[in-house]
């Protein structure tokens, strides 16, 4: 009997083997500073080193990535006809858990890597490791620029397909 195991799931598995790991050390430091580090300035700070920090190239490379990934999907969603990405997580209820679903499995690996990431230039930068920053920055390099890509350019490719139609007509 083979057993197959996939990338994504291994890069999953360590993401969160890595997450679990850090956690004691987040714990610690919320009793002995007495404050929640999403909450504090010091995240804030933070945030602010990691665009000066050795790994600032991330901030471009990541989304760059998630973009490629949004319009490829807003290709395909053109083509299926189905409503720009984000109009139809809103908007469209029957066709959410599928769209949805799409999103995450062009992102996953890219997602994973993002948090991975994140946890490294955290513990390069400051040497120690915050799970919950890591949690949210990597998500919103991916996220934001995914979504928005794959919904523009899903609008941009159905008004130009209207458009060559209504011009071969006349």
Avoid: C
Avoid at 32 to 54: C, K, N, T, W
């Amino acid at each position: 009997m083979k057993i197959s195991i996939s990338r994504s799931t291994v890069l999953t598995a360590i993401v969160v083997a890595v997450l679990i790991a850090a956690m004691p050390f987040a714990v610690m430091e919320f009793f002995e500073r007495g404050e929640l580090y999403l909450l504090s300035q010091r995240f804030i700070d933070d945030m602010v080193a990691r665009l000066h920090g050795p790994a600032r190239l991330r901030f471009i490379l990541q989304p760059m990535a998630a973009i490629i990934l949004g319009v490829r999907d807003g290709v395909k969603d053109a083509r299926a006809s189905n409503p720009p990405f984000l109009w139809g997580l809103i908007f469209h209820r029957g066709r959410r858990l599928g769209l949805a679903r799409s999103a995450m499995l062009s992102v996953r690996d890219l997602l994973a890597v993002a948090i991975l990431l994140d946890l490294a230039v955290q513990f390069l930068i400051f040497r120690m490791v915050h799970p919950g920053a890591a949690l949210i920055l990597g998500p919103v390099l991916i996220a934001l620029p995914y979504a928005s890509s794959r919904a523009l350019t899903n609008r941009v490719v159905r008004w130009r397909r209207e458009h060559l139609r209504t011009s071969e007509a006349h």
